[in-house]
């Protein structure tokens, strides 16, 4: 910074004078106030920067969000807040220079004076977030998407800031499993640090983030109570399942669920075995794997067996699910004995 401010004092002096160096016999060319003014902002436009950290507690859903703003140019930066928003406003330095309602899009902009901002706040993701399974889901505004003032947007005025940052920090209970902008830039994950750096000169950015609780078993299922009946030590970095009717067919029909994602949707269940290559999670808990009714086939409950080859081992379960009930089993790795 020391030195960036040496060379504007320095070139200032030529500026003013309108007679700045240039080599050959051109004519000096003359250079206005309004022109030093502009290459100064140029400057120091080059500093500034927009970034945002949220650190989110285990639940998930709610935390504190950090924004902290440098606007070296001669302009005020304007921040817009939503009357929906979902975030709580708990310190601002320095405080706005006014706030001005803006009631077409239902919100307030505050003004700041120019250098930047810092803004502590507090968020709950409770009204937006989306489930899938335990995998959590923080989605894009698609309602908001052509609108400026898009809540889920970052957005600021007047102009863009050229370099933008955004930083969500989890807690050990929490892993994100997949994001996404609607601007390009560099995402990096460091442990439970996922970071996002935009490339320079963009605006209204919009992200989707998908995050899961780790090493927690599911114990319930569209709303349906979920029990292991069997945990299977797995040596092998994948294992191969097949499931048939265990009966006599009835109609059987069944979707499957396997490590926090559906592999398998409204699948008639038959003496013809349905086979699966199924990857073994390396965490604590394990991998679970569970049977979910579509319905009750003629003959209530709705029953599958489930045999499972690893290594040289074969494991057989019968799972049963009802309307009301599903069941499942854990595959957890193994160190395999030397």
């Known amino acids: 910074m020391r030195v960036i401010a040496l060379l504007i004092v320095f070139a200032i002096p030529d500026l003013l004078s309108g007679q700045p160096k240039k080599p050959g016999n051109a004519p000096p060319a003359k250079v206005t106030a309004l022109d030093m003014i502009k290459q100064v902002k140029e400057v120091f436009g080059k500093l500034d920067y927009h970034q945002r950290v949220k650190f989110i507690n285990d639940d998930g859903l709610t935390g504190y969000e950090l924004e902290t703003s440098k606007k070296t140019s001669f302009e005020s930066d304007a921040f817009w807040k939503s009357e929906s928003d979902t975030l709580g406003y708990l310190y ?81 209970s929490m892993k994100p499993v997949a994001y996404k902008c609607n601007r390009k830039g560099t995402w990096t994950l460091n442990r439970n640090v996922l970071q996002f750096i935009a490339e320079p000169n963009q605006n209204e950015f919009n992200f989707e983030l998908k995050y899961l609780k780790q090493n927690v078993l599911i114990k319930e299922l569209g709303g349906r109570p979920v029990t292991y009946i069997k945990e299977i030590k797995i040596e092998s970095d994948t294992v191969f399942m097949e499931l048939k009717d265990d009966q006599e067919e009835d109609g059987d029909r069944v979707s499957l669920y396997y490590d926090r994602e559906w ?31 579509e319905n009750e086939g003629r003959m209530p409950p709705n029953t599958a067996e489930v045999t499972i080859f690893t290594g040289d081992k074969r494991y057989s379960v019968t799972l049963s699910s009802s309307r009301n009930a599903s069941s499942g089993i854990i595959l957890k790795r193994s160190t395999p004995k030397k």
């Open 263 to 293: 592999i398998g949707k409204n699948i008639q269940v038959t003496k013809h075995p349905l086979r699966l290559f199924l990857p073994v999670s390396f965490g604590s808990e394990g991998s679970s794997f569970i049977l979910h009714a």
């Open 92 to 172: 601002e330095f320095p405080r706005p220079i006014k706030d001005s309602i803006d009631v077409v899009n239902k919100g307030k902009i505050s003004y700041y004076p120019p250098g930047g901002e810092n803004i502590l706040s507090a968020f709950n993701w409770s009204k937006v977030i989306k489930r899938n399974g335990d995998t959590l889901i923080v989605p894009f505004d698609a309602s908001q998407a052509k609108n400026p003032y898009g809540k889920q947007f970052d957005w600021t005025h007047p102009g863009n800031f050229k370099n933008y940052s955004r930083a969500w920090i989890f807690p050990a």
